[in-house]
């Protein structure tokens, strides 16, 4: 038997839904591991999870280990004899230990020493070590002890399906000793299922066992089965999480339709489709508009002989679970936001930074800041700052706090504000997460702004930076959605001066001194991995970064700059030339300014060639840069190739005479002045 397929199955009681993606790819990833470290190759792996197992296949592992070969060094050689060229005890002590008689010892560096070949180990002899420290390494959240036994897991285990080929891996993991056999379905298929192997394991759960171990495979089936009971008319909104949520929930998916009382459309969409997917985990039906429909989808886990009775139970469930979302709308339209502000000072938005109520007026002196820089009326934003908190006080979003802002919006709209307020209120919670969608207005924009600057602020200038990967505020996040706002909404502020009208709308005196750089240091960090991840070099913003432009919308288009000029024949060559440029100036302790150039000590005609390109291509860049043209700023340079080639091959920068040296040095210095109007390309 020279290679096999290994299959190792955790089967135990239902696991929580975030961990049953997660830990397969977890153990397959720390048994792959383990397999190396002995030195036994194995070909392609695959996972499978659902609630009731995990389990890893591993195609084509190696039998036996490869003999081994190693050296060893023994004592020195005064120590292994003695004076009659005796072997002695620590000599004798050395080759036991090898396995070898005295005289099959070499000698080696003045040492005894010895090579040999130490045979491989059985596989069969180390998987139960292999799967002990896998599961060991597991990383589980709330590892849960049962029975007798110390070691823990996500849930507890009721069987173990350890195979290597057709031959079961004898051995105990987590208290259970292992087997060939598995379980199906809970309901379907209660009773044990011999696996003969590890290529046969799904095909045998799915056929015999009502269970599809493959997750990829259970999120298809569902898909699939949404798409075929939802009528040809309608769609359903499949949201991904949901999506994911369900299938690690069931692991024989029966799509089913229901619905609901129609009279609840009265109340927001919004709300009722996030009581059908957070508290009864359906999929809500919409007409081709978008408009939500009184019916729903449902995934049951059971291929019932009357689904009718399971449809009727899920329609009695969330009617009543509407009955109350109903409830919760209609008592807070009883009460305007405008009223709830007084009750603000009750809530604490952070220990040292004071309410929401203190936070609401730091929120409407800024985004009025804010919207007079971008030349906008201030009423509507802040009517709107006033009263963006006011929704967290209602019983809605109590019941559903992923409904805030969304309930401020109808709120705002059943107190007859203006949709302009409404609106605002919504949306000064987008971008929500990666990728989500951006304020659609103006006065949204601008008072998405000011919450995650006062945020930043506040929360910096405590000292309660994020570290590692723990950001409870989520910092990161904010940062991301300040620049996407200032960036993809083309906003031309100044980050630093935002930072610093956002620390100057604190009362009090913040702890952190330096809290505006610290703040603007660690908002750049963001931005330069949002572009590594859209794939801009890391050369390309640090040459822009080093010019430190203040405002993200400036940067963005100095990187689109560089961008382009790089895919120019003589920017290679530019910044070659720009870096030669910038080391000879680093070793100058005066600083020699551009203006301090005299054509009278100009000794060679490509030095004049040089200074007449300099004065015209500078007053060309200075104009195109005044315009924020820095594409065809950059583009203008590669006129420059030629003279500045020319120039370092016909002259000697650092020559005796001062007067002329110092000139030359000038003349680098308005080079290296021109060449860092955009970016510094020497970085390039």
Not at 103 to 109: G, R, S, T, Y
Not at 194 to 212: C, E, F, M, T
Not at 408 to 419: P, Q, R, V
Not at 552 to 569: C, E, G, K, N, S
């Amino acid at each position: 038997m020279d290679k096999q397929d290994l299959l190792l199955e955790i089967g135990c009681e239902e696991l929580p839904t975030y961990a049953v993606k997660q830990l397969a790819p977890e153990l397959n990833r720390h048994l792959c591991e383990l397999l190396n470290a002995n030195k036994l190759n194995f070909g392609p792996s695959q996972v499978f999870a659902s609630p009731r197992r995990l389990a890893v296949l591993i195609t084509d592992v190696e039998a036996c280990q490869e003999p081994q070969l190693f050296e060893r060094q023994g004592p020195a050689i005064a120590q292994a004899y003695d004076a009659h060229q005796q072997a002695t005890p620590a000599a004798l002590g050395f080759a036991k230990s090898c396995g070898v008689a005295i005289e099959e010892l070499a000698v080696k560096d003045n040492r005894l020493y010895f090579k040999g070949e130490k045979p491989g180990r059985n596989i069969l002899d180390i998987l139960p070590e292999i799967a002990k420290q896998a599961l060991s390494q597991m990383a589980i959240p709330k590892p849960m002890r049962w029975g007798n036994h110390p070691e823990s897991f996500a849930r507890p285990v009721h069987w173990i399906l350890f195979l290597f080929g057709s031959e079961i891996v004898k051995t105990t993991l987590l208290g259970i000793p292992t087997s060939n056999q598995t379980r199906g379905h809970r309901y379907h298929h209660p009773d044990w299922i011999k696996i003969d192997s590890p290529q046969n394991y799904a095909s045998i759960l799915s056929q015999s066992g009502y269970v599809i171990a493959n997750f990829n495979e259970r999120v298809a089936k569902i898909r699939q089965a949404i798409e075929e009971i939802t009528p040809s008319n309608l769609t359903a909104a499949v949201d991904p999480d949901l999506l994911n949520e369900v299938a690690s929930l069931v692991e024989w998916p029966v799509a089913l339709a229901g619905q609901f009382d129609p009279a609840f459309l009265q109340v927001p969409p919004e709300v009722l489709m996030t009581s059908m997917k957070v508290n009864q985990k359906y999929f809500p039906v919409l007409d081709n508009r978008g408009e939500l429909q009184p019916a729903f989808i449902l995934i049951s886990n059971i291929d019932g002989k009357n689904p009718d009775l399971i449809i009727h139970g899920n329609e009695r469930v969330l009617n009543a679970r509407l009955t109350d979302a109903a409830f919760f709308f209609k008592n807070d339209c009883q009460q305007s936001l405008q009223s709830r502000l007084t009750h603000l000072k009750a809530v604490t938005f952070q220990k040292q930074l004071g309410s929401l109520a203190h936070k609401t007026e730091r929120l409407v002196s800024l985004s009025a800041k804010i919207a007079q820089r971008l030349t906008e009326e201030p009423d509507t934003v802040k009517q709107a700052a006033q009263l963006s908190k006011c929704d967290l006080l209602s019983e809605m979003v109590g019941e559903f706090p992923s409904l805030q802002g969304v309930m401020g919006y109808y709120y705002a709209k059943n107190d007859d504000l203006s949709e302009a307020c409404a609106l605002a209120i919504k949306e000064h919670y987008y971008p929500r997460f990666s990728g989500d969608e951006l304020p659609s207005s103006r006065a949204g924009e601008i008072l998405a702004l000011a919450d995650r600057l006062d945020t930043l602020v506040g929360i910096f200038g405590i000292h309660q930076a994020p570290t590692g990967d723990k950001d409870p505020f989520a910092l990161r996040r904010a940062a991301l959605g300040v620049l996407r706002i200032l960036i993809e909404k083309s906003l031309p502020l100044d980050l630093e001066q935002l930072l610093l009208q956002a620390q100057q709308a604190y009362n009090f005196h913040l702890p952190n001194a330096t809290v505006v750089s610290q703040t603007f240091d660690f908002i750049m960090s963001r931005l330069k991995a949002w572009y590594l991840e859209k794939g801009v070099k890391a050369e390309t913003f640090d040459a822009v970064f080093a010019c430190r432009p203040t405002s993200p919308l400036d940067f963005d288009h100095r990187i689109y700059a560089v961008q382009q000029f790089q895919t120019l024949p003589e920017a290679s060559a530019l910044a070659a030339a720009n870096k030669r440029v910038s080391n000879i100036l680093k070793k100058q302790t005066a600083i020699l300014s551009p203006e301090n150039i005299d054509p009278h000590l100009f000794e060679h005609e490509e030095e004049r060639i040089l200074a007449e390109q300099l004065a015209s291509q500078t007053k060309a860049a200075e104009k195109l840069c005044a315009e924020t043209n820095y594409t065809q700023a950059l583009q203008q340079l590669s006129a420059l190739k030629e003279p500045v080639d020319t120039f370092f091959d016909k002259v000697m920068v650092m020559v005796e005479d001062p007067a002329k040296r110092n000139n030359r040095l000038a003349l680098l210095s308005s080079l290296h002045k021109l060449f860092t109007q955009v970016a510094d390309i020497s970085l390039l």
